[in-house]
């Protein structure tokens, strides 16, 4: 058993060093990135796909790029060459936004934003239709989740001509309904996240972490979460329906109440700890 055990070792230790993309590579589960409907060409940096994509007349290099937003289970999750962290130039993330009843709206500006041509990151009401968003403290890892109305304000992207990108931030206005932690993760590669990088960049990053069951969501329902950059140069756009909860969930539950049963059981034995 023991020359058994060192062999697995052996081959792993080996697969580990010829193959660390595929042993590195992230489980985020599935991709729900859908079009931000915006874009000048079918394909490009100004196309229809969303990595190797910014918004229209935008800079165009990887670490401005947003890639996917992922979903396993109920963790949401996501990816991009951008910096979340640390941002670019000042050019600091946004806040994670869900929609939960099929109204969010993006995209297509000409067709419902009063676009003024001037620019800045302004407070407006709630006129995107986002139902929640999960505001991000990067220092400490930590998330709120604020329930939103049509009167809840939010702030605008930056630039006036990327409006379709809106909202950016949460500003005022919600109902703080839960909170939780997220991870960040840097340094990640082409082949960890299937995403394609530059000249500028050979780097992707991660936010993972983000809880959806604080949402109370019901099986049906079709989510859509939405992120950009201060500046709206990007806009990252997810949809999905609610899961519906995996029996894999109640095998997990169940076997831990038999380990609970086992455990109880051998503490039986000692008799201090016998219950009458
Ligand atoms: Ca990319
Ligand atoms: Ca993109
Ligand atoms: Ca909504
Ligand atoms: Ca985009």
Redesign the pocket.
């Known amino acids: 058993m023991r020359s058994k055990n060192r062999l697995i070792t052996i081959v792993l230790t080996v697969f580990t060093i010829f193959f660390p993309s595929l042993v590195l590579a992230l489980d985020l589960g599935t991709n729900i990135t859908i079009y931000d409907k915006s874009s000048q060409n079918a394909s490009g940096w100004y196309g229809i796909q969303e990595?190797?994509?910014v918004e229209p007349g935008m800079v165009h290099t990887?670490i401005w790029?947003l890639?996917g937003f992922f979903m396993k289970g109920y963790e949401l999750s996501m990816v991009?060459?951008f910096d979340f962290k640390n941002g670019e130039e000042g050019w600091t993330s946004g806040d994670i936004f869900v929609d939960t009843d099929g109204d969010a709206r993006f995209g297509n500006i000409d067709e419902w934003v009063n676009n003024s041509q001037e620019n800045g990151n302004v407070a407006v009401k709630n006129k995107y239709g986002y139902d929640f968003v999960y505001t991000l403290d990067f220092s400490s890892n930590h998330y709120d989740i604020y329930r939103l109305s049509g009167d809840s304000n939010v702030l605008t992207t930056y630039y006036h001509q990327n409006q379709g990108s809106s909202p950016w931030r949460y500003d005022s206005g919600g109902t703080l309904i839960a909170s939780g932690s997220f991870d960040y993760l840097d340094g990640l590669t082409d082949s960890d996240t299937g995403?394609?990088?530059?000249s500028s960049s050979g780097i992707?990053y991660a936010l993972t972490g983000f809880d959806l069951a604080d949402l109370g969501l019901l099986p049906g329902q079709t989510l859509t979460a939405h992120f950009t950059i201060r500046c709206g140069n990007d806009n990252l756009m997810g949809q999905a329906p609610v899961p519906t909860p995996e029996p894999a969930t109640i095998i997990l539950f169940g076997s831990g109440m038999i380990g609970i049963g086992l455990f109880g059981r051998r503490k039986d034995r000692h008799p201090s700890s016998k219950i009458s």
């Open positions: 990595d190797q994509e990887q790029d890639e991009g060459g995403f394609l990088s530059d992707h």
